[in-house]
Nanobody, 124 residues
């Protein structure tokens, strides 16, 4: 059974940065695509970024390009999301997920395992 544990969330002022981490256990996920998603208060879950199995291909939501960076360290079974120039509208619970395929996809329902989420709050 794959387990994912997000960390690195918290309270930050607008303009600040955070780096989220997601560590996987129970299986080596070096062959799988990974994604970061978020759910703002009262809104649906949305895709933030995704990365294919070897890091050679990435996807970003158009509204986040240039501010967020997804990366992975397969040796550590960990995926990261570096978030810069944070805005109050980035406030959300952030989730990581694993898709048991090489190639990344954008839609959340294509992902097989999910973490519990980590809260990111950006104050104005």
């Amino acid at each position: 059974q794959v387990q994912l544990a997000e960390s690195g969330g918290g309270l930050v002022q607008a303009g600040g940065s955070l780096r989220l981490s997601c560590a996987a256990s129970g299986r080596t996920f070096s062959n799988y695509a990974l994604g970061w998603f978020r759910q703002p208060p009262g809104q649906d879950r949305e895709t933030v970024a995704a990365i294919n199995w070897n890091g050679g291909s990435t996807y970003y939501s158009d509204s986040l390009k240039g501010r967020f960076t997804i990366s992975r360290d397969n040796a550590k079974n960990t995926v990261y999301l570096k978030m810069n120039s944070l805005k109050p509208e980035d406030t959300a619970v952030y989730y990581c997920a694993v898709r048991e395929q090489h190639l990344l996809v954008v839609i959340p329902r294509a992902y097989d395992y999910w973490g519990q989420g980590t809260q990111v709050t950006v104050s104005s």
